[in-house]
């Protein structure tokens, strides 16, 4: 089976830097992703990433360590349209569904 | 660019009820799949296909059927709902590499 853990809530000032952990248990990894959900949305795509590592995309950036089965979310600063949840995600492999995490839900505050 | 369209977007059904959830993509992807969310649950398997003519159980199937007849269309039927089917439904679906999918606007489902 798959097991994801992330914490639940997280509340950051705008401007500021935060990041939100997760934790995996896995049976096969092939990658392990993150969504961002703003309330009464879709989920919608941030990052991969399959191998150990840094990933940037812009003021967000996604860590990887397969070893520790961990990965983190890095969101630099924040901004208040950055409120919403974020989902991880992993596959154990390319033709299987992403199992998530219950979410955690980052608020940012002036 | 449509992507993924599902329909309809909310829903009031009698308990006892049938119906069916429509999603259909433009993006040609083989993989497909429905998500219920809940409160505190997180995005919930119920069902995929990781092409047309195939489908797999997610996490929680029961009470719940699919088809794939062809890669665009991947309807989710609940035979006879029940109030604990009161969710909102996202279908998604992804390319071969499956390193990102891409979901619908949801279905707010309330059975009553």
């Known amino acids: 089976g798959q097991s994801l853990e992330q914490p639940s809530e997280v509340t950051a000032v705008e401007g500021a830097i935060v990041q939100i952990n997760c934790t995996y248990q896995?049976?096969?990894?092939?990658?392990l992703s993150w969504y961002q959900q703003h309330d009464g949305g879709a989920p919608t795509f941030l990052s991969y990433n399959a191998l150990d590592g840094l990933e940037e995309t812009g003021r967000f950036s996604s860590f990887l360590s397969r070893s520790d089965s961990y990965g983190y979310l890095l969101l630099q600063e924040l901004q208040m349209k950055d409120s919403a949840s974020y989902f991880c995600a992993v596959s154990h492999s390319g033709n299987t569904p992403l199992v998530f995490g219950k979410g955690t839900r980052l608020s940012v505050i002036a | 660019t449509a992507g993924i369209t599902q329909a309809p977007t909310s829903q009031i059904l009698a308990a006892g009820r049938s119906m069916t959830l429509r999603c259909t993509q433009d993006m040609r992807h083989n993989a497909m799949y429905w998500y219920r969310q809940d409160l505190g649950l997180g995005l919930r398997l119920i069902h995929y296909?990781?092409?047309?003519?195939?489908?797999g159980k997610g996490e929680v199937p029961d009470g719940y059927s699919v088809s794939r007849a062809n890669t665009d269309d991947f309807p989710l039927t609940l035979a006879s709902a029940v109030p604990s089917q009161t969710s909102v439904y996202f279908c998604?679906?992804?390319?071969?590499?499956?390193?990102?999918?891409?979901f619908g606007q949801g279905t707010r489902l309330t059975v009553v």
């Open positions: 896995t049976s096969g990894f092939y990658g």
């Open positions: 296909s990781n092409t047309a003519g195939t489908t």
């Open positions: 998604a679906s992804s390319d071969s590499a499956n390193t990102e999918a891409f």
